[in-house]
Each structure stands twice: as structure tokens, then as C-alpha cells.
């Protein structure tokens, strides 16, 4: 079976894409990662996939007087690639459907929360304040309505009296780390 190329979208450190990265490379997994692409010069991933040997590229989204002119841009360099899909993971940018478009329905997304409750930012602090009791993450297709496309699979972790937003963030990024590769490996196989 030839593996799906996957390119990954991220801003920061990129945790979720080392482990993106991991699964690729395990025998057997449907998709490999080729290459990943940050808005951010600065983002901690970039250098760390550069340092293991995938190909990455930096577009800043502040070299671009829109959002439509980032997107399409960002759009070019991903159809260059040959890419059968795209996952976001940690991607902080609201999207246009410039570029949701072209990559309907072969662009994934992990949220840090248990979708469709608390779209958006600062999903653990808000769950916290609401005295919520169970809390997760979500990974879903990317649509041009935010974090609102079909949902592929979610995990779930309780909300532990006395948790703080950074206590509960940690144990919900373990299980996107399991969770994310498992959901792209089964869109892999799906395309």
C-alpha cells in the first residue's frame, strides 16, 4: 500500500506533529509526513522537523495585507507538494475557504475539547469556569464554519476537582497525541 503524503500546519513547538511524525514512520501506518509548514519564522517545530529530516517552509501570514492573500498562498505552496492530505495541529490561524476549499474533506484538525462544547480558544480555563466534569479533545474535518466540521473521533478526560487549566491542558494533550495519529490513519485508509 503507498502511503497518503500528509503536510502538517502548525505555529509552535508542534507536539501533536512529532507525533504525527512517530506514527508515519511506524511500519505499516497509511500516511507519512513530507512536509511541515508554519506562519511563524520563530515556531519550535519547524526547527525540530528540519532537524529529522522533513521538509518544512515558513510563509508569515504578516507578509500578506489578507487573510485570502496568506491562504492562497500557503494553498500554492501545499498543491506543490503533492499532498493527498493536511492536517492542522496547533495551526492558529482562522482560515479562509480560499484555502478550506481546494482540500475539502482532506483537512484535519485536532481541538482541545470535546466538539461541538467550546469552540474557539482557551477551551480548559472555560470548561473549568462552567464546572464542567468531562473535557477531551477533537478531531475533525476542517470546514469554513471554525472547529464545526464532521467530527472523525474524540477522546475524553475528566475535569479532576481542583484542576487548573494547566493541569487539565496536560492530560488532554496525552490523549491528543494517541488520538490524533489513530484518526488520521483511518482517513488515510478512507481516501
Known sequence: MK????????SGTGSNMKALVAAGRAEGSPFEICCVVSNKPDAGGIAWARENGI??????????????????????????QNLDLIACAGFMRIMTPTLISPWQGRMVNIHPSLLPNYKGLHTHERVIADGGTSHGCTVHYVTTELDDGPIIAQAFVPVLPG?????????????????????????????
Not at 3 to 10: F, N, S
Not at 55 to 80: C, G, M, P, Q
Open 55 to 80: 521538509a518544512t517552509h515558513v510563509i508569515s501570514h504578516k507578509d500578506y495585507a489578507t487573510r485570502e492573500e496568506f491562504d492562497a498562498a500557503l494553498n500554492l505552496y501545499l498543491k506543490s
Open 163 to 191: 484542576d487548573s487549566p494547566d493541569l487539565l491542558a496536560a492530560r488532554v494533550l496525552v490523549e491528543e497525541h494517541k488520538l490524533y495519529p489513530e484518526a488520521l490513519a483511518k482517513v488515510a485508509r478512507e481516501i
Open 3 to 10: 502511503k497518503k503524503r500528509v503536510g502538517v500546519l502548525i
